[in-house]
Nanobody, 117 residues
Framework: QAQLVESGGGLVQPGGSLTLSCVAS????????RAWYRQAPGKERELVAK???????TYDDSVKGRFTISRVIAEKRMYLQMNSLKPEDTAVYYC???????????WGQGTQVTVSS
């Protein structure tokens, strides 16, 4: 079973930037989507950005124009470029790969992003 490993989190000042990376340890087939989620303390996990194999991208309204999701399929990697970060972006960020046939969700271990002065 493939595993997802994230990196790139950390502490950044408001207005700063971070890039999160997620790499799969093995090839995953029948992928329906790749996505980034986040979970802030006391809140439910929420979808931040999603990209389909055909390249259709959706963003949560709170990050539109500031975050960019991308992937390099040959490298089994996905990225989340985060610009103009705000304190409310503080959360643990998780990468996700959703597979069908059979249906399964792969999750990374999570990486902490803290936006604070």
């Amino acid at each position: 079973q493939a595993q997802l490993v994230e990196s790139g989190g950390g502490l950044v000042q408001p207005g700063g930037s971070l890039t999160l990376s997620c790499v799969a340890s093995a090839t995953i087939v029948n992928i329906v989507s790749r996505a980034w989620y986040r979970q802030a303390p006391g809140k439910e996990r929420e979808l931040v950005a999603k990209i389909t194999p055909s390249g259709v991208i959706t963003y949560d309204d709170s990050v539109k124009g500031r975050f960019t999701i991308s992937r390099v399929i040959a490298e089994k990697r996905m990225y989340l470029q985060m610009n103009s970060l705000k304190p409310e972006d503080t959360a643990v960020y998780y990468c996700n790969v959703h597979r069908v046939v059979p249906p399964y969700d792969y999750w990374g271990q999570g990486t902490q992003v803290t936006v604070s002065s």
